[in-house]
């Protein structure tokens, strides 16, 4: 069973920047696929970003293409989310979500470990 932790949010100007972490254990997590999804209120979670097991391919929704970073640290059991230029639009409870199912998703079932979420506030 893997547990993800995730850490880093809060609030934010807009045109900041802000780290997210999202922590794991419990499982190999260098064979995990990871993403990053959000959810604002009275919206669908949504993906956001993603990251391969296999050579560390990176991929990304077009809303945040440009501005966003994934990154992980296997030696560390650690992914991260670096989030420049942000916008009010982004403030949302972001989720850390593991795959043990493909080598590539953006879509959210196909991810079966979720962390708790952490708020990420931007204000205008």
């Known amino acids: 069973q893997v547990q993800l932790v995730e850490s880093g949010g809060g609030l934010v100007q807009a045109g900041g920047s802000l780290r997210l972490s999202c922590a794991a254990s419990?499982?190999?997590?260098?064979?995990?696929?990871m993403g990053w999804f959000r959810q604002a209120p009275g919206k669908e979670r949504e993906f956001v970003a993603g990251?391969?097991?296999?050579?560390?391919?990176?991929y990304y929704a077009d809303s945040v293409t440009d501005r966003f970073t994934i990154s992980r640290d296997n030696a560390k059991n650690t992914v991260y989310l670096q989030m420049n230029s942000l916008k009010p639009e982004d403030t949302a409870v972001y989720y850390c979500?593991?795959?043990?199912?493909?080598?590539?998703?953006?879509?959210?079932?196909?991810?079966?470990?979720w962390g708790q979420g952490t708020q990420v506030t931007v204000s205008s």
């Open positions: 979500a593991a795959s043990s199912r493909v080598q590539k998703s953006s879509n959210k079932s196909e991810y079966n470990y």
């Open positions: 419990g499982g190999t997590f260098s064979r995990y696929v």
């Open positions: 990251i391969s097991w296999i050579g560390g391919r990176t």
